[in-house]
């Protein structure tokens, strides 16, 4: 069973993995978006530190709900309101249990993503963070690990795409031979989830 | 529709000077008789470019008058900010909206539109047929 403990520690993981990577996610942003991808990431999860130190909320769904939304208010840029929603919707569908499972987590990750394809209308091949997201729910009957390859593989098969939403878009074929700087970050993510998962 | 409550505009832009300045032009344009509660969200709280979600409440609070919010964003952030916010329920006021409009105009037509009294429906209709009017 995952407890808030697992929970917190995949937010400071991540935290701790976007600090590392600012720049990379930033220099990936450079060619196809607006060079800001890191430093806005930076700020959202670093006031998700902040936070959940300060508010100390002790149920998974409470700790992923109040980061989704430290991220809605503090990042600035696209990547602020799509990752919220992703950890709210998450959160909101763990609920009020102190402890959930691994199949619990990985339906309330699939209606996270889920909310996240609602919000910006992004679909799997559109070279966004969805291509990275999807593949990870998808692997994660077959564990963290599973689901942190599948990630990383979503992501640098963003490469060889067309920008289909988002700023990327605007420059149509331009956009193919960049990996997406968002499917890159959701990597991270998950990659700090798998993390968590070893202690 | 309502006899003296005014339909409240938010104009939300990546710039806080680009959203300052639409919405001293709508008011402008929208003549003076009427004064429509508009306030721009521009930019990122200590400056830069960007959306921020705390500027957006606090702009929808300002002008709620209790005839409803109608906000117009520009692009990217600045519409998923607003999305995210309505999907929270609690973040802005009731009867917030946003409409589907182009910025500029959309705000010109709303905001002349507010001032007539007419209610968020019409004001929105008003914004989105901004779409349909061509320049060549």
């Known amino acids: 069973m995952l407890d808030a403990d697992f929970f917190r520690r995949w937010m400071t993981a991540t935290a701790a993995s976007v600090d590392r990577e600012a720049e990379r996610l930033t220099a990936l942003d450079s060619p196809i978006g607006d060079a800001d991808h890191g430093s806005n990431l930076q700020r959202g999860f670093t006031a998700v530190r902040v936070s959940l130190e300060k508010e100390a909320p002790n149920t998974p769904g409470a700790i992923l709900t109040l980061a989704g939304r430290r991220l809605i208010s503090t990042v600035g840029g696209a990547s602020g309101p799509l990752y919220g929603t992703l950890l709210r919707r998450t959160g909101k569908a763990l609920g009020d249990a102190s402890e959930v499972s691994e199949e619990q987590l990985a339906e309330a990750l699939r209606a996270g993503v889920e909310g996240v394809m609602t919000l910006g209308g992004a679909a799997p091949g559109d070279k966004t963070m969805v291509d990275a997201l999807v593949p990870a729910v998808d692997a994660l009957g077959d564990g963290f690990a599973a689901a942190r390859g599948a990630a990383e593989q979503g992501a640098e098969a963003t490469t060889p795409l067309q920008a289909r939403k988002g700023r990327a878009s605007y420059l149509g074929e331009r956009s193919i031979g960049h990996q997406d700087p968002g499917a890159t970050s959701s990597a991270l993510l998950i990659a700090a989830l798998a993390e968590a998962a070893e202690g | ?136």
């Not at chain 2, 003296?4 to 938010?10: A, E, F, R, S, Y």
């Not at chain 2, 400056?47 to 964003?73: C, M, Y």
Request: aromatic content about 2%; charged content about 20%; glycine content about 12%.
């Open chain 2, 1 to 136: 529709m309502s006899d003296d409550k005014l339909v409240g505009i938010v104009l939300v832009s990546h710039s806080a000077e680009v959203a300052a300045s639409v919405a001293e032009l709508a008011k402008e344009l929208a003549g003076g008789a009427v004064a429509v509660p508009v306030a721009p969200a521009g930019g990122r709280e200590g400056g830069g470019i960007g959306t921020s979600a705390e500027l957006v409440s606090a702009a929808a609070a300002s002008v709620d008058r209790g005839a409803g919010v109608a906000v117009l964003t520009d692009l990217g952030s600045a519409v998923l900010t607003v999305k995210a916010l309505l999907a929270e329920g609690d973040e802005l006021p009731d009867g917030t909206r946003l409409l589907d409009a182009p910025f500029v105009e959309g705000a010109v037509a709303a905001v002349v539109t507010a001032a007539t009294g007419a209610d968020l429906d019409a004001v929105e209709a008003a914004a989105a047929e901004a779409y349909t009017y061509r320049k060549v």
